[in-house]
């Protein structure tokens, strides 16, 4: 049980990536607050954990509003007694579509949820593990971060920007005994992509082509690296 004793954040972990790394820091020993968006989301991924074994709460909260997330943070702080670890996994997309067809707004909507939620969920976990002197957080961005992708001109930026906040805030707080990293996932085989793959935005073959193991990972693989990353191995 590596997070037997650690109180644990992930933020948009109702389904897909974020519920497995939920279910996974459960699996640890850790006590998981699941957020997102709609309550109902939340507490499914929290049951799961209860009846488990687990300990888990649920949280509907608006990651794009820095006052939701405060007063998230202060009710995991309150029920759990207390914040070790912060996963920044809450995230959306766009129509992948030429970018002189894109719409403005979905560029903003996009920006607010990947970067501007991780930025404000980093300060308000920041106010309870700097005074502590110890905290772990991971940012889940994207292998659309470290490479040009044709009509992915909102979605990329917004991860390659969330990658050098990582960096950003690993230097700067690194001296209060924070370690602050990211994982970037290609292409994983949540329900959303399996979607995309029915209705032919991807190709499969055409993927897998470009992954050198031949195989897509799956939002359990992304767990795996993140428990890494928050646990004292990686310290």
């Given at each position: 049980m590596r997070f037997g004793d650690r109180k644990v954040l992930v933020t948009g972990s109702g389904r897909g990536i974020g519920q497995a790394i939920a279910l996974a820091f459960a699996a640890e020993g850790a006590a998981v607050a699941v957020n997102a968006a709609h309550l109902a989301t939340a507490e499914d991924t929290a049951t799961r954990i209860r009846e488990a074994g687990g300990q888990a709460i649920a949280i509907e909260a608006d990651v794009t509003s820095e006052e939701q997330v405060e007063?998230?943070?202060?009710?995991?702080?309150?029920?759990?007694?207390?914040?070790?670890?912060?996963?920044?996994?809450?995230?959306?997309?766009?129509?992948?579509?030429?970018?002189?067809?894109?719409?403005?707004?979905?560029?903003?909507?996009?920006?607010?949820?990947?970067?501007?939620?991780?930025?404000?969920?980093?300060?308000?976990?920041?106010?309870?593990?700097?005074?502590?002197?110890?905290?772990?957080?991971?940012?889940?961005?994207?292998?659309?971060?470290?490479?040009?992708?044709?009509?992915?001109?909102?979605?990329?930026?917004?991860?390659?920007?969330?990658?050098?906040?990582?960096?950003?805030?690993?230097?700067?707080?690194?001296?209060?005994?924070i370690n602050v990293n990211a994982v970037s996932p290609g292409h994983v085989l949540t329900d959303l992509v399996r979607g995309s793959i029915a209705k032919g935005v991807f190709s499969e073959e055409a993927l897998l082509k470009r992954t050198a193991l031949g195989r897509l990972s799956t939002p359990e693989d992304v767990a795996t690296a993140v428990l890494f990353l928050a646990s004292d191995e990686a310290r």
């Open positions: 007063r998230m943070v202060q009710r995991v702080v309150q029920e759990l007694g207390g914040l070790d670890i912060l996963v920044n996994n809450a995230g959306t997309s766009h129509p992948i579509i030429p970018t002189l067809e894109q719409k403005t707004a979905d560029f903003d909507r996009v920006i607010a949820t990947n970067l501007r939620s991780a930025y404000i969920c980093c300060k308000a976990a920041g106010k309870v593990m700097v005074p502590q002197h110890s905290g772990k957080i991971v940012n889940v961005a994207s292998i659309s971060g470290l490479a040009g992708q044709p009509m992915r001109t909102g979605y990329a930026p917004s991860k390659a920007a969330m990658i050098n906040m990582t960096m950003a805030l690993a230097v700067e707080w690194g001296r209060e005994g």
